[in-house]
């Protein structure tokens, strides 16, 4: 894929870049970690006053570069400005948060004294230059949930972003060099996706993360597992949005629309599989639809935009594959399910019924406006419907029922419960998945510490 920024509300390509060559590479390298030697030093004060300047000038930039992001990869005008205030919140709650998670832990006395120590504590220190391949779907809070944490930690970052978000990528190196980061702390590395494994392996870099699609994730964690590397992955998910007959229905349908369209219907968390009590079945569909159908399709620049265009044409050709596929197999298409006349690579809000799992869609993921609907006759299949995926990235459940919400927090296989609410990441809380949707997590003192040595520090008595 050629490192461009192509315009998908209409196909025009507006910038190309050259990838940089092995030389420029090796110079990167060399100063990454150069400037480790020096930010590793530096006090959690310091590293704040840095990230809070990022910050400072990010609520600046925010109308410039929401404009950025949507011209790169389609999102609303009114999201990507969201994404930038979401970004400079995560920046400031890491550099006020940071040394209270990191600071030494000491061990009881009792236990110091039964290892034979007058005193045990445990210390976070930091790793190195960390790797990060991130994708378009969210070109700045991917990166920002991965940098953040890492620069107050006293890592340094080098950045692999997604190739149709180059002006995206080179905003974010030089973000972080007019806070008054030193050169080599955050670097954009403009490349290919064949260049990644050579980095990865150079003994200059010491981790990495990614967030991706499956088989991205295979690649880096392969290459990294051979050189007994750490690494952070945030694969796909198919979220399941599970409705049970105690749910205030009519707010369920309603969040159900917000969270299956976010970001065009292109985002991991987004709920793609909702599962519903056949008691509340008919009610929930009927709300659904309608809502779905309500949403203005249009230029993503326009403030009243609901949904733009999907970020590629291949994006939105995997896309209609999927729902042909479940049609020709005997799916029900309540709404939308065919593609607008026009330019640009746009896809309508759809809704598909009667979901058998001979259907590709009922296992892989469907990365645009597409919901499939399932009918459950009890908790125990509505379960069963929800794991049956090989995916486990986040959840949510609709039920005023408590003894209803333990069973789903202890029998769904996925990395976060939402109970009456939609998926969202928060700076404090740990974000991740399991099964094929990664391992390890963002965020929290949990996303903090993956790239930390965590060194036992024990003294004698």
């Known amino acids: 894929m050629p490192i461009a920024t192509v315009n998908p509300a209409n196909g025009e390509t507006l910038k190309t870049y050259d990838a940089l060559g092995a030389e420029e590479i090796e110079h990167r390298l060399a100063t990454a970690e150069a400037a480790f030697r020096t930010h590793r030093t530096t006090s959690f004060a310091e590293r704040s006053r840095l990230l809070h300047n990022a910050a400072d000038l990010l609520d600046k930039d925010q109308q410039d570069i929401a404009r950025v992001m949507t011209t790169e990869m389609g999102k609303p005008i009114k999201q990507a400005r969201a994404e930038a205030a979401k970004c400079a919140k995560a920046m400031r709650w890491y550099a006020d948060h940071a040394e209270e998670l990191l600071t030494d832990e000491e061990a009881a006395q009792a236990q110091a004294q039964d290892s034979g120590a007058s005193r045990v504590l445990v210390r976070y220190r930091p790793l190195g230059p960390v790797l990060a391949v991130m994708p378009w779907n969210f070109p700045l809070w991917q990166v920002i949930r991965f940098a953040a944490p890492a620069l107050m930690a006293g890592n340094v970052g080098l950045l692999k972003h997604a190739s ?16 008054g980061y030193p050169e080599g702390c955050f670097q954009t590395l403009l490349i290919g996706s ?210 209803e919400v333990d069973r789903f927090v202890r029998d ?19 974000f991740g998945g399991v099964k094929r949707s990664g391992y390890g997590r963002e965020l929290s003192g949990h996303g903090i510490r993956e790239f930390c040595n965590i060194t036992t520090v024990w003294h004698g008595a």
């Open 412 to 430: 769904l296989e996925a990395g976060g419960v939402y109970v009456n609410g939609m998926t969202a990441s928060h700076p404090a809380f740990p």
């Open 164 to 179: 149709n978000v180059p002006q995206t990528a080179l905003y974010l190196e030089d973000l972080f060099r007019r806070a």
């Open 194 to 403: 064949g260049a990644v494994e050579g980095i990865l392996r150079d003994p200059r870099v010491k981790a990495a993360t990614l967030t991706g699609s499956e088989p991205a994730g295979r690649a880096v964690a392969s290459a990294a597992g051979d050189e007994v590397k750490k690494t952070v992955l945030e694969l796909g998910g198919s979220d399941p949005y599970v409705v049970m007959p105690s749910a205030d229905v009519d707010r369920a349908a309603k969040t159900a629309v917000t969270a299956r369209v976010q970001n065009n219907g292109q985002s991991c968390i987004a709920a793609k599989r909702f599962i519903v009590h056949t008691d509340v079945f008919d009610a929930f569909a009927e709300r659904f639809k309608a809502g779905m159908e309500a949403l203005r399709v249009g230029d993503p620049l326009d403030e009243d935009t609901d949904v733009g265009p999907l970020s590629s044409e291949q994006g939105r050709s995997d896309l209609e594959d999927l729902v042909d596929d479940a049609v020709e197999s005997g799916a029900t298409v309540l709404c939308g399910g065919e593609r607008p006349d026009g330019p640009g690579w746009y896809y309508p809000p759809t809704v598909l019924a009667d979901i058998t799992s001979e259907m590709r869609i009922h296992h892989e993921e469907a990365f645009g406006p597409v919901a499939t609907l399932y009918r459950a006759a009890d908790l125990d299949e509505a379960v069963a419907i929800a794991n049956d995926t090989p995916f486990g990235l986040s959840s949510n459940v609709w039920t005023r029922d408590e003894t």
